[in-house]
């Protein structure tokens, strides 16, 4: 069992419970609940965790909106459309319990946003956590930041397992004493306590975007951190929050004239002068804040010229860029865009060195997708810690693994109902016509109401993260998980 923690700003330790046989947790803001799973991933991915939220408030405030692990992959935090951030922690080895390496266990839990209304433009502010960013840890403390539409926070995560005693003006309850009654001094002494983790904001920074932030990204100086919206980039410090730098603007004068926005960005892992960002029309445009403080000339521009003939009504819609991200060494950069995943050398702008179909099967229905808006849907992407596999959700509770060495691939489903504790998923298959094997599944059965929209990857080791609308999965490599 897990030591006894107290998350402090309304939530409570969960006791364990199994669910039909497999591991699931699930939290409730009036009563919170939750169990210790066993985790696992890839072609020999075992176990499976499954973290699901309810709340009072309805399903729609509890979908995952963001999954990010910190830079140790110790910690993995959530955020929810309801404004909420769960903090996961990974459990050290115990000689008891030797294989209890790898099980992730909810460490925190906050309300990061409320949702406002910006009476100057008659606008709901939605409570929705858009991006979470781990900073890098520079002592015993941990600190993230996190975003909605209009405001991003900083947030410090420390713990506490001792409290000060013997205080000379202080009774036990805190109160100052009668100083007439105090007749001899003692050393206040440090006595354990059950461990408290405590999570509070250290700064709020506001106003500093008109249009809704898609994206934020601490840079390597560990000093500033850049975010977007639709139009504009600003460069903030994380020690002011009074004023921010715009780096880019791309607001034409004529909002008529509008022809592209800004859908990510990200700064580049190892040189603090390099940023990048995607449009809506496909293209990445790599900025040098060294040229010029304002960053609308781009350094390079990369783009992959259209094929006439599979031009169509839906081209620019399917080749608008949903998330980049640079690799781990700093040479590549991986886009995901509505049907394929490419992967960039910085080296060469006229096309992507690698592209990968993530489900094309389905651009022969991309008419009923735009029927039912599920053409606009924002997938991530994520490489693994030695940039060699990249990974992609879909529809159906799938998610995409392709191996760039080997050129295999892999559909996996994230599924309570299809696994059980520690069994190797299986892989999918998706078939578009003729013959169907035994497992395959028809393009006419999927469901487009089950997304993975939103992925994540352990730093240094086979551990994945993915959220399926309220429930996150965590899956580790069986070969990994064995050597513990």
Request: net charge negative; glycine share 4%; aromatic share 10%.
């Amino acid at each position: 069992m897990l030591k006894s923690k107290i998350l402090v700003i309304k939530y409570y330790l969960l006791d364990a419970e199994w669910v039909d046989s497999t591991f699931f947790w699930s939290l409730n803001r009036s009563s919170p609940k939750n169990f210790t799973p066993y985790l696992a991933l890839v072609e020999n991915m075992e176990g499976e965790s499954i973290f699901e939220v309810d709340s009072e408030d309805g399903v729609g405030a509890d979908i995952i909106s963001t999954v990010e692990f910190n830079h140790t992959g110790e910690l993995l935090a959530t955020g929810d459309k309801g404004g909420r951030v769960v903090i996961f922690q990974r459990e050290p080895e115990s000689k008891n319990e030797p294989h209890s390496q790898g099980e992730y266990n909810v460490y925190s839990t906050f309300q990061s946003h409320e949702p406002e209304f910006d009476y100057l433009k008659s606008l709901e502010i939605e409570e929705k956590i858009n991006k979470i960013k781990w900073l890098p840890q520079q002592n015993a403390a941990h600190s993230l930041l996190s975003t909605n539409d209009k405001t991003i926070k900083l947030w410090k995560v420390t713990e506490r397992d001792k409290r000060p005693e013997g205080y000379n003006l202080k009774d036990e309850e805190g109160k100052l004493k009668d100083l007439s009654t105090v007749t001899s001094l003692q050393v206040p002494v440090l006595k354990p306590m059950d461990l408290m983790v405590e999570v509070s904001p250290r700064r709020i920074f506001a106003n500093g975007h008109t249009y809704h932030i898609n994206s934020i990204s601490v840079n390597s100086d560990c000093e500033t951190y850049m975010s977007a919206d639709d139009l504009r980039i600003n460069l903030w410090h994380l020690a002011i929050t009074d004023r921010s730098f715009n780096i880019v603007d791309i607001k034409p004068a004529n909002m008529e004239d509008l022809t592209e926005v800004i859908t990510a960005s990200e700064f580049h892992p190892h040189h603090c002068n390099l940023f990048v960002y995607s449009s809506s029309k496909g293209s990445l445009r790599l900025c040098d804040m060294r040229a010029s403080a304002l960053c609308d000339k781009h350094s390079k521009l990369f783009e992959e010229p259209e094929d006439p003939s599979n031009r169509s009504f839906f081209s620019e819609i399917i080749s608008s860029v949903s998330d980049v991200k640079f690799s781990h060494s700093g040479r590549f950069m991986l886009t995901r865009d509505y049907l394929t995943v490419k992967v960039w050398d910085l080296n060469m702008e006229t096309k992507p060195i690698e592209t990968y179909q993530v489900h094309d099967y389905l651009r022969s229905k991309l008419c009923s997708l735009y029927e039912n808006d599920c053409i606009f849907d924002k997938f991530e992407c994520a490489w693994n810690g030695s940039d060699s596999v990249i990974m992609t959700g879909a529809y159906n509770n799938f998610f995409r693994m392709f191996d760039r060495n080997t050129k295999r691939d892999v559909t996996l489903e994230a599924s309570r109902e299809s696994s059980k504790p520690r069994a190797i998923l299986k892989p999918r298959r998706v078939c578009v016509g003729g013959k169907r094997r035994k497992d395959d599944i028809s393009v006419d059965s999927l469901d487009f109401t089950k997304k993975i929209l939103h992925t994540a990857w352990h730093p240094a080791e086979n551990i994945i993260a993915i959220a399926a609308t309220n429930n996150l999965y965590i899956f580790q490599d069986k070969v990994n998980s064995e050597m513990h």
